[in-house]
């Protein structure tokens, strides 16, 4: 299975997102827009892994509480378009929490500087240059969710497969 550990996003969020992602698929030509279901935040990235019981323990083991995130603001990787997460120390030290548990478990966590953000869009072709406005926005993270990612009849499927609620 091909895992990853995500914030999930409140109704209003997601909203939000789906018009910037209107927005960005009304400027380009052609694009891979993200489907409604699969907008999230990935906290640590696992890749194929069969022992999710270990996923799990290292979830279960960091200590977390509850946390407010504020999506705003959009930039790009290459083709990739992307809405952002203003700075957070509390979502940084939750990132790093559970990368070091997993790494801790035996999996081989990417050690690249985390870079919160959430991808609305990827083979972007622009038609002209891409103006995205995103209004900020948040949440509380209560919780974190192990998410199974899939190819279905072409389509990417992202399904949580166990959450993890934090908790004061
Ligand atoms: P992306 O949207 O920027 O591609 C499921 O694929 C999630 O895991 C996506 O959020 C994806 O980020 C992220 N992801 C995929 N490969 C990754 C990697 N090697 N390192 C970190 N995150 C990765």
Redesign the pocket.
């Known amino acids: 299975m091909r895992l990853?550990i995500a914030v999930r996003f409140s109704d209003e969020i997601r909203a939000l997102l789906l018009e910037s992602i209107a927005a960005l698929s009304t400027q380009s030509l052609s694009g891979n827009f993200t489907d409604s279901k699969n907008l999230?935040l990935?906290l640590a990235?696992i890749g194929e892994t069969g022992r999710t019981g270990a996923v799990r323990r290292a979830m279960d083991s960091v200590e977390a509480s509850p946390f407010s995130l504020t999506v705003g603001g959009s930039g790009r990787f290459g083709n990739?378009w992307w809405a952002g997460i203003e700075g957070n120390p509390a979502l940084s030290r939750l990132a790093a929490q559970l990368q070091a548990a997993l790494r801790q478990a035996g999996f081989s966590i990417?050690s690249r500087p985390f870079q919160p953000?959430i991808?609305l869009g990827r083979q972007i072709v622009p038609k002209d240059k891409i103006l995205l406005t995103i209004p900020s926005a948040s949440m509380t993270v209560d919780k974190i969710s192990l998410m199974k990612?899939e190819r279905l009849g072409g389509r990417l499927v992202y399904t949580a497969i166990y959450e993890r609620p934090l908790s004061e």
């Open positions: 990853f999230h990935t990235f990739l990417e953000h991808t990612s």
